[in-house]
């Protein structure tokens, strides 16, 4: 079977997470992705929060599947001609170097352009056009800059960040449909064209429906958020703990064993279709005769009470047995599951979104393979390059032979 992406060469320029996850995902298609990293130092991240001493991290080999490896030096020389002969031979260049670097290394878009006119060159940068341009950003920064964190958290208390990585690999996806996207149109087209994420924009995008109820605020009081109608409503979107922010009421909920079990938790929507299942479930019969409880609107004042009589219930089960007599009655829930419990998830092996990788340094190890499966052409997971482990490869490839890439080894360009 054929890939997706079969024949795109990728000239990958990224480092740390947000750039090399969207690279990651254009190799499970099929492109060949060339990862150029700096002779002797490479990507940060193969040496932050090591597991094992002088092995690649599990922070990189988790971000950097099925690319190949080579290294060069682009500010030498002789390294920038070889960075010439890559911009000629690739279809795409994806970097997420900090404002201003790919310019400083002498390729503004307008050389790349000159020495390719259907370059595709997709960037990841903090922030878009505006005060903040010039500035470094990493993930949480991200969040807090975006819109998430001051929607995230319980009410009343200090914003939070979230533990998926909405800034880095949630950019990342966004430049992945960015440069398909690009892909397509230059099959038209001919030319290529630039393609720019910035995190705090792909973070708003994410955080979309707090725009919504910042917008409905000025209308009223936010009738779904557990503010109302006992609470105060300030002047921006709020904080609503665990609830739902759709139109039907949600909260999470202890289940058997939460003395000790810091996951034994589920949450549940209470969603108005299905509530007469769920009220006789859990012994309250009597709300559905009540009209103090047997309408939405009526319930919407109560959801506290509401969510504690739920609970006295689900307490006396645990979070799989309420998933298995809830989802019958139609009642949307979902345990909250521990990476613990996920890495052993027999479903997500048998569909290869949690894979086991085999790698020479490091042996082996669980990571996450692509989640987006096409029918006609799957992803298989490969493991990361070492640093450097295709240089050679490459640049024979480029019309070196032994000699030149033997002067350019010497030069340190490589
Ligand atoms: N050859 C020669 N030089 C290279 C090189 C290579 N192969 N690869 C990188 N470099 C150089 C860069 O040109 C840059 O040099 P300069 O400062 O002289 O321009 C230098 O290495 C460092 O790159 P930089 O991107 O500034 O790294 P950093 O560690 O200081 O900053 C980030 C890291 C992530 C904060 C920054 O890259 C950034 O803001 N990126 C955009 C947003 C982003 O993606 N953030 C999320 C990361 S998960």
Redesign the pocket.
């Known amino acids: 079977m054929s890939k997706a992406l079969e024949g795109v060469k990728i000239l990958d320029?990224?480092?740390?997470?947000?750039?090399?996850t969207c690279t990651q995902l254009l190799a499970w298609f099929g492109a060949d992705v060339i990862k150029?990293?700096?002779?002797g130092?490479g990507d940060?991240t193969r040496g932050q929060l090591q597991d094992i001493p002088d092995v690649d991290s599990l922070y990189f080999t988790m971000l950097n599947h099925n690319k190949r490896g080579m290294?060069?030096?682009?500010?030498?020389d002789s390294?920038k001609e070889i960075f010439e002969k890559l911009i000629k031979h690739c279809d795409v260049l994806v970097e997420?170097?900090?404002?201003?670097?790919?310019d400083?290394?002498g390729f503004s878009w307008e050389r790349i352009q000159e020495l390719n006119p259907r370059m595709i060159y997709a960037?990841?940068?903090?922030f878009g056009p505006g005060k903040y341009e010039d500035?470094?950003?990493?993930?949480n920064v991200?969040q807090c800059t975006g819109g998430s964190a001051s929607t995230t958290g319980m009410i009343g208390d200090v914003p939070l960040v979230t533990g998926a990585q909405i800034?880095?690999s949630g950019?990342g996806l966004h430049l992945a449909l960015g440069i398909v996207t690009a892909l397509f149109h230059r099959t038209h087209s001919g030319v290529g064209q630039r393609v720019e994420c910035a995190?705090q924009d792909g973070v708003l995008n994410l955080c979309r429906v707090k725009l919504r109820d910042q917008q409905r605020l000025d209308h009223g009081p936010l009738t779904e958020y557990p503010q109302y109608p006992n609470g105060e409503f300030g002047e921006a979107a709020p904080r609503a703990g665990n609830a739902s922010g759709g139109g039907q009421p949600g909260w999470i909920v202890k289940c058997k064993g939460w003395e000790t079990d810091p996951d034994a938790y589920i949450y549940v929507i209470a969603q108005a279709a299905a509530f007469a299942g769920l009220a006789k479930e859990i012994g309250h019969e009597d709300w559905l005769e009540d009209p103090e409880w047997n309408t939405p609107k009526a319930r919407l004042p109560k959801l506290e009470t509401m969510f504690a009589e739920i609970e006295k219930w689900t307490m006396t089960k645990t979070k799989f047995d309420v998933m298995d007599t809830l989802n019958p009655l139609n009642v949307p829930c979902g345990p909250i599951l521990s990476m613990k419990e996920l890495a052993a998830e027999p479903s997500l092996r048998e569909t290869g979104t949690v894979v086991e990788v085999d790698h020479p340094e490091r042996g082996k190890y669980l990571s996450i393979g692509n989640p987006i499966k096409l029918s006609a052409s799957p992803s298989d997971v490969k493991r990361s390059p070492l640093l450097g482990e295709h240089t050679d490869e490459v640049l024979r490839e480029l019309g070196l032979d032994d000699s030149a890439i033997a002067t350019v080894r010497e030069a340190g360009a490589v």
Do not use: W
């Open positions: 320029m990224t480092h740390v997470q947000s750039g090399p150029v990293e700096r002779p130092v940060a290294t060069l030096n682009t500010k030498s390294g997420n170097f900090a404002p201003g670097a790919m400083r290394m960037s990841i940068k903090g500035c470094k950003v990493y993930e991200a800034g880095d950019t995190m």
